[in-house]
């Protein structure tokens, strides 16, 4: 069942969810857009990082969109390890799907149209079988992308959230994952949605 939580500090919303991992094992999955922004924090400097391991919940093939890069402010911030998906090896879907262990926290954006990591609403990849996978959409801005599928999220994640923060202090019209997504979604998951206080 899915439930909602409201703030209008994302940064520090976050750092106070990842802080109780402090010197602890922490396996993070994280995606691109607008979460890379509120995971921008110098505060993640003063945790004791180190056991910590990121993943990606996708990435686009063209380097430059590559969610990897988008987060390197963040990943300057810590000390853990991180597996980034290698979209240049042929062999990319096949060693990341073995590589990824069980997930302890899954942070995700929302897109405009509802779409989460590169699982767009309405398309074959929903039902996808495989835990990692490849899909073109010629409708965005890089449209060759990997992406794991709701099938790895449903069966792989301990603690879900899709992280919705404002833009230039507005509240986003979305505020929910595609109907299409949300049906086939059969764990729990958090949103984050923004309050203007």
Same mark, same amino acid.
């Given at each position: 069942?899915?439930?909602?939580?409201?703030?209008?500090?994302?940064?520090?919303?976050?750092?106070? *969810? =990842?802080? #109780?991992? +402090?010197?602890?094992? /922490?396996?993070?999955?994280?995606? %691109?857009?607008?979460?890379?922004?509120?995971? $921008?924090?110098?505060?993640?400097?003063?945790?004791?990082?180190?056991?910590?391991?990121?993943?990606?919940?996708?990435?686009?093939?063209?380097?430059?969109?590559?969610?990897?890069?988008?987060?390197?402010?963040?990943?300057?911030?810590?000390?853990?390890?991180?597996?980034?998906?290698?979209?240049?090896?042929?062999?990319?879907?096949?060693?990341?799907?073995? *590589? =990824?262990? #069980?997930? +302890?926290?899954?942070? /995700?954006?929302?897109?405009?149209? %509802?779409?989460?990591?590169?699982?767009?609403? $309405?398309?074959?990849?929903?039902?996808?079988?495989?835990?990692?996978?490849?899909?073109?959409?010629?409708?965005?801005?890089?449209?060759?992308?990997?992406?794991?599928?709701?099938?790895?999220?449903?069966?792989?994640?301990?603690?879900?959230?899709?992280?919705?923060?404002?833009?230039?202090?507005?509240?986003?019209?979305?505020?929910?994952?595609?109907?299409?997504?949300?049906?086939?979604?059969?764990?729990?998951?958090?949103?984050?949605?923004?309050?203007?206080?």
């Amino acid at each position: 069942m899915p439930s909602s939580l409201f703030t209008n500090n994302f940064k520090t919303f976050i750092f106070d *969810l =990842l802080e #109780k991992y +402090d010197n602890s094992n /922490l396996n993070l999955m994280i995606s %691109g857009g607008s979460l890379l922004n509120v995971l $921008n924090n110098p505060s993640y400097s003063s945790l004791d990082t180190s056991k910590w391991s990121i993943y990606y919940a996708d990435e686009r093939v063209d380097p430059k969109g590559s969610n990897y890069k988008g987060s390197l402010p963040f990943l300057n911030n810590l000390k853990g390890k991180v597996y980034r998906m290698e979209v240049e090896d042929k062999d990319c879907v096949m060693n990341y799907s073995k *590589l =990824l262990p #069980k997930i +302890d926290i899954c942070l /995700l954006g929302v897109g405009p149209d %509802g779409h989460i990591c590169s699982l767009f609403p $309405n398309t074959p990849s929903l039902d996808s079988q495989d835990k990692v996978i490849v899909i073109t959409n010629p409708d965005v801005q890089f449209p060759k992308r990997v992406t794991t599928t709701l099938k790895f999220l449903n069966s792989e994640v301990e603690n879900l959230y899709f992280v919705i923060p404002d833009k230039n202090g507005e509240v986003k019209e979305v505020k929910e994952p595609h109907c299409s997504i949300k049906r086939r979604l059969t764990k729990d998951y958090v949103i984050v949605l923004y309050k203007n206080e």
